[in-house]
């Protein structure tokens, strides 16, 4: 007991140290008060953060898509960056907010219950940062990290969040709610934030650029940055509360949603504040750190992205405001998956295309290879997820020999071609 007693010091200690050598600047970061005037300007920006190792990978990104729920303890972290190595995977997109939560040293919200499911009851913090963590880990390595984002998800299951410190507790306004006061019912999928309200969007601003000046990453990467309408109420309205219909009156001179020409208004304003955040995230968080590749997820066709989901991230990329559009075709379908991934490339050619396969969903991993020489993308592909590939920490991930044995056929099979891809003049 008494050794395991000092192991878990040493671990904790060097997680501040790692921490520490991630940071940006030695400037004290203030903490966001809810009591705060809404901001509009962000912090001067801070000197870059010193990089492990100057080496980048080199041609096409072979992505890997690393969730919260993979990592409890630094071992799962070092594990899973050695793992994706071994495949020869170029950019890691590392989970570091899931629903209103962190999966690192945040000033503004609580740790993940995940990180803190297997400490004493009662434990407010893992005793390290997986994020410190993984970036030492991945630059010594030679691959880039990003972190990865969910915006718009506020909390997810039928049970409260546990902190007194989440938002779900502190900013019960920012909730979607109806024109009877009636708030998004939590549900076992995602209750989102309210993305209109300009006190909601400053809060993510200042999450993502506290992100860019401590952390030493390559690259921000958003999910989920669209009106998640899976759960939503069809019969109702969101947000359609007072606040949210006087600004929509402000910025439109419409004073009712009575007809249909006034919905359609209100959708293309709602996907306009939308693609408002977007461009603020790159303008107050990702300038303070030029050279970041700025990245988004985006719905598998671009114009059920626009119409259904209120996400226009074609225009994001046509314009130059993200880097890199990340269409999620995730399908075994291989005649589908060509359909949609010629309606991005007609859309905003492929130059700046990374197809993210659903490796999860191909019980035969030649599907994934298949799909890959299908986009041929010039920019790459990213792969979902490492659970697909390796064995995780979630406690929900199927362990049986069958599943294991799964796992490996394709990672061996994903590890070969990567390679071998990878040696190609």
């Known amino acids: 007991m008494g050794v395991m007693k000092q192991t878990s010091l040493m671990m904790v200690v060097l997680a501040a140290l790692l921490l520490m050598a991630c940071e940006a600047s030695n400037e004290p970061f203030v903490p966001y008060r809810h009591s705060d005037p809404v901001a509009t300007t962000p912090r001067p920006p801070s000197e870059p953060a010193p990089r492990a190792t100057p080496r980048a990978p080199a041609g096409p990104m072979k992505g890997l898509w690393i969730t919260r729920w993979d990592f409890r303890t630094p071992r799962d972290v070092t594990e899973a960056i050695e793992r994706a190595a071994s495949l020869g995977v170029t950019d890691i997109f590392w989970q570091v907010r899931g629903q209103g939560d962190a999966f690192y040293a945040s000033p503004f919200e609580p740790w993940g219950e995940e990180l803190l499911a297997d400490l004493p009851p009662g434990s407010t913090e893992p005793g ?33 969040p546990k902190s007194s410190r989440h938002l779900y507790h502190t900013q019960p306004e920012w909730r979607l709610t109806d024109r009877n006061g009636k708030q998004q019912a939590l549900n076992e999928h995602y209750v989102i934030v309210n993305p209109v309200l300009p006190e909601v969007q400053n809060h993510i601003v200042r999450i993502i650029a506290d992100i860019v000046d401590r952390y030493a990453i390559d690259g921000i990467h958003l999910d989920y940055i669209r009106f998640v309408s899976e759960s939503v109420d069809k019969t109702s309205i969101y947000p359609s509360d007072p606040r949210s219909l006087g600004l929509f009156a402000k910025d439109s001179g419409r004073r009712e949603l009575k007809t249909d020409d006034d919905l359609r208004a209100f959708r293309a304003w709602k996907r306009n504040k939308i693609t408002e955040l977007v461009r603020r995230i790159k303008t107050d968080a990702l300038s303070r750190k030029p050279g970041l590749i700025y990245s988004a997820a985006v719905w598998r066709d671009p114009t059920i992205a626009q119409v259904e989901y209120l996400q226009d991230a074609a225009l994001w990329l046509r314009e130059g405001t993200i880097d890199i559009a990340m269409p999620m075709i995730y399908s075994t379908n291989d005649q589908q998956f ?82 071998q891809d990878a040696a190609r003049p």
């Open 128 to 160: 390290f940062d997986p994020l410190a963590l993984a970036i030492i880990q991945s630059k010594s390595r030679g691959m880039r990290i990003h972190a990865w984002v969910n915006v718009m998800p506020l909390w997810r299951g039928t049970t409260p």
């Open 338 to 419: 060509r359909e949609d991934m010629n309606a991005w490339r007609q859309a905003v050619g492929s130059a700046a295309l990374i197809p993210g396969l659903g490796a999860y969903m191909h019980d035969d991993p030649q599907q994934t290879i298949r799909q890959i020489r299908i986009a041929a993308s010039p920019a790459g592909y990213a792969i979902f997820a490492y659970a697909s590939l390796f064995d995780s920490a979630n406690p929900l991930e199927y362990m049986t020999p069958e599943a294991r044995a799964k796992r490996q056929v394709r990672r061996q099979a994903l590890g070969q071609f990567m390679r």
